[in-house]
């Protein structure tokens, strides 16, 4: 099994010397996953920069002290895949933020969508915010990432259109016998640059909504025969994308 992944503010200037991993990412190395000298471990900032290291004690209930490697810097994917995913219901968003990011989903952005029955407002949409935020952390590190996905403030339907519009490649998930859609399995996919893929409510995109995007050069797309959630289809879309690109590869 590969080594568990913890999460630190920096690695500068820690490569090659002894680390001490305390607060709650050391609670958790000592008091749950019980680590113990001699033992692999990774350090990431979450941003790309991680090293691999070695237990050399664990002191109390929260402190583990880590002799660490040389740090090392992932590059970022190519191409970059961004989901941008309407509210869903109750704690549904958390699973989809949670499987996207353990499918390999660069980037998330949390839209209100005309069809939303959830809508993020005041101190409640910074609470939910910060649960998806926190999702993608702790997903992050059990998927052993070391350079976790961005999950950007709630965007408004005219934000989601200038995305698309600046995108190499910007995509509608939308199903509907009235409306054309192309199959995502079979579309043309840029080498380089970005993937935008909009994951629309449980109710559909709104005609509205799809002309906008249209317009903003996204077409349609389907993924199959059958209707996913809006809660699996992100991530089931991501992983197709992942292996056409040959990210997967």
Do not use: N
């Not at 680590?35 to 070695?54: F, K, N, P, S, Y």
Request: aromatic share 4%; glycine share 10%; charged share 30%.
């Amino acid at each position: 099994m590969t080594a568990p992944v913890f999460v630190v503010e920096s690695l500068e200037r820690a490569g090659g010397a002894e680390f001490v991993l305390d607060g709650s990412e050391g609670r958790h190395a000592v008091s749950v996953k019980r680590l113990r000298a001699g033992e692999d471990v990774v350090l990431t900032d979450g941003h790309g920069r991680w090293a691999e290291g070695v237990v050399k004690a664990a002191e109390g209930k929260d402190r583990l002290v880590v002799e660490l490697g040389a740090v090392a810097e992932e590059a970022p994917e190519r191409p970059r895949i961004t989901v941008v995913q309407a509210l869903p219901k109750g704690d549904r968003g958390e699973l989809a933020v949670e499987t996207m990011t353990e499918t390999g989903v660069d980037a998330i952005v949390p839209w209100a969508a005309a069809r939303c029955i959830t809508q993020w407002k005041g101190e409640r949409g910074a609470k939910a915010l910060g649960k998806w935020r926190a999702t993608a952390r702790e997903a992050g590190k059990q998927s052993r990432r070391v350079r976790f996905p961005e999950v950007a403030d709630a965007a408004t339907t005219k934000q989601v259109a200038a995305l698309l519009a600046a995108a190499d490649f910007a995509a509608v998930l939308h199903e509907d016998r009235d409306y054309g859609s192309e199959a995502l399995a079979t579309a043309d996919l840029p080498a380089e640059g970005e993937i935008v893929l909009v994951v629309g409510p449980e109710g559909g995109v709104s005609p509205e909504e799809l002309a906008l995007f249209e317009e903003a050069g996204a077409k349609a797309y389907r993924l199959g025969r059958t209707v996913l959630r809006t809660s699996t289809a992100g991530t089931a879309a991501t992983a197709l994308l992942l292996g056409r690109t040959g990210r997967w590869s």
